[in-house]
């Protein structure tokens, strides 16, 4: 699948570390009152929720709210795939709003072929896992952005202690760590399942 990024293994193995996280929630209502459950005014024309977030058809602004009347904007809903999401790179080199998931930053295999997502043991393995490739910003910025394929989970294959592998530029080499589970990656998602987005100015 493609030599991944020492930045992305680390990534990964920090977000083991930190153990098992619960989602925000319950998110606080967007103060529709219109009768409509698409996120729209009720006559199917997108709805700005203020400071410049919109819900569209299918995208939901998401929304924590102070009790002193407070609002901090935390992203998106997809409506469709009843699931939270946000913009990012897709594998088709399009912005769309991806739900999240947890980097394929290790390997089972000593030809790094089979990337694994690590799991703190007694945590649930995450809904999708993902494999960030390609990208190159250049030594003055700018250029290609990394492109991401998400996947569904796959079984447990394993245990951090038995064994596992790094790719970092290109080398595949074996590493130590503590105790954690492995899980494989499943079934590839089509990028054109998420909402694709485009930068504008205005």
């Not at 606080?28 to 729209?40: E, Q």
């Not at 009790?67 to 409506?79: E, I, R």
């Not at 930053?105 to 390609?134: H, I, R």
């Not at 079934?187 to 485009?198: K, L, R, T, Y």
């Amino acid at each position: 699948m493609g030599a991944l990024r020492l930045g992305w293994a680390i990534v990964g193995l920090t977000a083991a570390v930190m153990g098992c996280s619960e989602p925000i929630g319950p998110d606080p209502s967007d103060g529709n009152d219109d009768g409509a459950d698409d996120g729209s005014t009720g006559n199917g024309q997108p709805q700005n929720q203020g400071d410049g977030f919109v819900s569209g058809s299918r995208l939901r602004a998401r929304f924590i709210g102070g009790a002193d009347g407070s609002k901090q904007f935390l992203g998106f809903h997809d409506d469709e795939r009843d699931e939270d999401c946000s913009f990012s790179t897709a594998s088709d080199g399009k912005l769309r709003c991806v739900p999240p998931s947890s980097g394929a930053s290790l390997f089972v295999d000593a030809q790094c072929n089979q990337p694994v997502v690590l799991v703190t043991v007694g945590c649930d393995p995450p809904k999708y896992g993902n494999v960030v490739e390609g990208g190159d910003v250049g030594d003055c910025g700018g250029g290609e952005p990394s492109r991401m394929r998400l996947f569904t989970m796959g079984a447990r294959v394993a245990s951090a202690a038995q064994s596992a592998y790094t790719n970092a530029f290109g080398t595949c080499e074996q590493t130590t760590l503590p105790p954690n589970d492995l899980y494989a990656l499943d079934e590839e998602i089509p990028a054109s399942s998420f909402v694709e987005g485009n930068v504008t100015v205005e």
